[in-house]
């Protein structure tokens, strides 16, 4: 019972559109890492990161900016990033005060990035703010379409047959 409470809460907490990190406190040795690992399955991309792990906080303490430090994890942990939903579980992170600065930064910056272009393999490798995704592409790409249809009437016109 208490397994699934908790599950549900994260849930609400994933649900906010605006949501902030999530920091769970407890006890040693009382399942946080379980019911965290558990409720990874729940998203698109899952990256567990340890830093009781050198290597991992060595990253966090030379990261310059947070898009970085999610691309060098990704690679590090072999994990391809897919579009969707992703979650990042520091475990530890009171080994790191660089990290725990970081938490402000996830919130400040990464919800204002999306995916904008996609490679061969379906790999985001370009982004941009929120806003621009938004707004901005839709409004390039219907700019596109008239102009598209514009230049096609013309052409229908010239040929001498009216456009239906």
């Not at 990033?81 to 530890?92: S, V, W």
């Not at 008239?146 to 010239?158: H, T």
Request: a neutral charge; one cysteine or more.
């Amino acid at each position: 019972m208490f397994k699934r409470d908790v599950i549900l809460e994260l849930q609400r907490w994933a649900d906010k559109p605006n949501r902030k990190p999530l920091v769970l406190r407890g006890a040693r040795q009382v399942g946080k890492t379980s019911i965290v690992n558990e409720f990874g399955r729940n998203f698109d991309n899952y990256l567990y990161v340890n830093l009781e792990d050198q290597e991992l906080l060595s990253l966090f303490n030379i990261a310059s900016n947070v898009h970085e430090l999610l691309l060098d994890l990704f690679a590090i942990k072999g994990i391809v990033r897919q579009m969707g939903r992703t979650l990042l579980f520091i475990d530890e992170i009171q080994n790191s005060p660089k990290a725990i600065a970081l938490l402000r930064y996830f919130y400040e910056e990464l919800p204002e990035s999306m995916a904008i272009h996609f490679n061969i393999n379906n790999e985001a490798d370009n982004w941009a703010s929120k806003n621009f995704a938004l707004f901005g592409l839709p409004i390039i790409t219907a700019c596109w379409q008239m102009f598209c249809c514009i230049v096609s009437d013309i052409a229908e016109n010239k040929k001498g047959n009216s456009p239906k």
